[in-house]
């Protein structure tokens, strides 16, 4: 079996790239490693990838060389993106490449594909606005985004659906409620927190550390990804939307105690008003893709903090020498 991975150096590419290969799936990668975060650490990620990977460095909005990543792959892991809420203020078009052209590559590129039975993309929690009824179920309302980000992830859904309706293409898409883990993503709070404590530099906690996020372990996020790629849709239901989280809001200040405690060094802290485009709290209802595949998930923030810590660590002093 052939599977493509887009953003196959970004965080949760990566990942499934090495689960899917540990199956002894043929793997075909592509991203355009782009320098939105340290591309060092993509490239450490891609390094790690080895016997039955294949990687295509080019931009998925490049629409004619996408089209030629389809032979024989039977199933596309679309999880590329321009990620991040607040940096989709200081450089909105990289929203409209990476995630409106990109994902009409994608789509394209499965339309065109007779191979390819089933196309599992990356949506966001963030769809869900400042307004949807805790915790967040998929029968929510999502048409309220508070950000740019958001409303192109929730127009990748809308884009799915029409091809979905015009040319039957089976299609899954998953709403991420903030990942975290080994191997993450810097401009995420659980890593920018990490390196402000380590180098001694504030750490900035909205309103009086009263936020809560839904902190789903990328081990967890992996285990729903392949519950769908194992329980592809039926003609019944083509087109499903699910979230994947850990069913569990928690305080960022939880998260920087943890860091705290990994790193053996306070954080100093700067109290400010929180960003219009943020929510008070996210929580995920998992009772949908918990029917289709049985998805529990089963990681802590108290557990997963150590890890990604542990991990952090190591990287502090690899990075260094790349």
């Not at 990620?83 to 490449?97: D, K």
Request: some cysteine; glycine content about 8%; overall charge negative.
């Amino acid at each position: 079996m052939r599977v493509l991975v887009t953003g196959a150096a970004g965080f949760i590419g990566y990942h499934v790239a090495q689960a899917l290969l540990a199956r002894g799936i043929e793997v075909v990668g592509v991203d355009d490693l782009n320098p939105y975060y340290d591309v060092r650490l993509k490239q450490a990620r891609l390094a790690r990838l080895g016997a039955g990977f294949t990687f295509h460095h080019l931009n998925i909005a490049e629409h004619e060389a996408v089209m030629r990543l389809g032979d024989g792959v039977e199933v596309i892991v679309h999880v590329a993106a321009q990620a991040g809420v607040r940096y989709s203020l200081e450089n909105p078009f990289a929203y409209a490449t990476s995630n409106l052209t990109g994902h009409l590559s994608i789509l394209e590129l499965a339309r065109h594909t007779p191979s390819v039975k089933h196309l599992i993309y990356a949506s966001s929690s963030s769809v869900y606005g400042t307004g949807s009824t805790l915790p967040y179920a998929e029968s929510e309302r999502a048409d309220r985004p508070s950000s740019l980000y958001a409303a192109t992830k929730k127009a990748d859904e809308l884009m799915s659906a029409s091809y979905t309706h015009l040319f039957g293409l089976k299609q899954t898409g998953l709403r991420f409620f903030t990942v975290y883990g080994p191997w993450g993503r810097p401009d995420m709070a659980y890593f920018s927190f990490a390196e402000a404590i380590s180098a001694g530099q504030p750490v900035t906690i909205y309103e009086g550390g009263r936020l809560q996020r839904d902190f789903t372990y990328i081990d967890d996020i992996i285990a729903g990804i392949l519950g769908v790629f194992d329980h592809p849709p039926t003609d019944a239901t083509p087109h499903r939307l699910f979230n994947i989280g850990n069913n569990r809001a928690e305080y960022v200040t939880d998260l920087v105690r943890l860091l705290e405690e990994g790193l053996g060094r306070k954080a100093i802290t700067v109290n400010r008003p929180k960003p219009e485009a943020d929510p008070e709290k996210t929580c995920a209802n998992v009772d949908a893709l918990h029917g289709l595949c049985g998805y529990v998930p089963s990681t802590k923030l108290a557990d997963g903090i150590p890890r990604f810590v542990e991990w952090y660590k190591q990287w502090q002093e690899v990075r260094e020498t790349l």
